[in-house]
């Protein structure tokens, strides 16, 4: 067989492996990611280790090819080369690849975790090494480079509980019996207190809901219940 058959046959058997190296890892980390913070780091890794597997394979089967060894041995001994990498590690996609992975191990925020980034609310569906993208609550897509989120401010309502706190304030006459009323309203929220007395007095009930996305609807539902228990005291009318 001529040399550059078998060359060409030992580049491709290199590039095979290096695609099969790629895939068993990637299926280690697969089986052993559970816990949101390991999907997360699992995520990012995986297209990291992936990609990294693969380029040098590549690179490493077309280093077997003279012809190719010789042109990259001239293109790498040129300044022009160095001058391209300064170039290219000085674009914001490097600073936003090194974000991803700082984000993946010190993890600020997780797949799944509810956040708020320069003031978008919404809930993290990836984190890939340059963009991570978060599904609002009116089902857009709000893409963020890595960079802003590693130098910005990060709202996240799922690191320190799964839930969140409605809360709303309803005025009553002062003169009505804010005790008997007070009691009454505690079978409908989880705190209920006298916040205000003047000419009328404020009472404010708050209620734990699962995650920032009921806010609204937890709110609206205690309204009703309040406009409801009022109706039967007789405090305001039907």
Do not use: C
């Not at 697969?30 to 990609?51: G, K, S």
């Not at 693969?54 to 790498?76: C, E, K, N």
């Not at 802003?148 to 409605?166: F, K, M, P």
């Not at 009691?183 to 009472?203: F, H, I, M, R, W």
């Amino acid at each position: 067989m001529p040399a550059f058959w078998q060359r060409l046959l030992v580049a491709a058997a290199m590039i095979v492996v290096a695609a099969a190296a790629a895939r068993i890892v990637d299926g280690r980390f697969r089986r052993r990611a559970r816990a949101p913070e390991a999907i997360t780091l699992y995520r990012v890794l995986r297209r990291t280790i992936f990609a990294t597997i693969v380029f040098v394979g590549v690179l490493s089967a077309l280093l077997v090819v003279p012809q190719v060894r010789a042109i990259a041995g001239g293109v790498l001994a040129s300044s022009a080369v160095v001058g391209l990498v300064i170039g290219f590690a000085s674009q914001r996609v490097i600073g936003n690849a090194v974000a991803g992975i700082l984000i993946a191990f010190s993890q600020p925020l997780r797949i799944g975790d509810e956040v708020l980034v320069e003031g978008t609310r919404g809930v993290v569906e990836e984190i890939a090494l340059t963009y991570t993208w978060l599904r609002t609550h009116s089902g857009d897509r709000y893409v963020v480079p890595n960079q802003n989120i590693a130098a910005t401010s990060i709202l996240n309502s799922s690191i320190r509980s799964s839930t969140t706190l409605a809360e709303i304030s309803v005025q009553v006459p002062s003169t009505a019996d804010l005790r008997q009323l007070v009691a009454t309203l505690k079978n409908d929220a989880d705190e209920v207190y006298v916040g205000d007395l003047s000419d009328k007095a404020t009472l404010v009930l708050r209620k734990w809901v699962p995650g920032a996305s009921h806010l609204e609807a937890a709110a609206s539902d205690l309204r009703v219940l309040v406009s409801e228990r009022l109706k039967t005291a007789g405090i305001i009318e039907s």
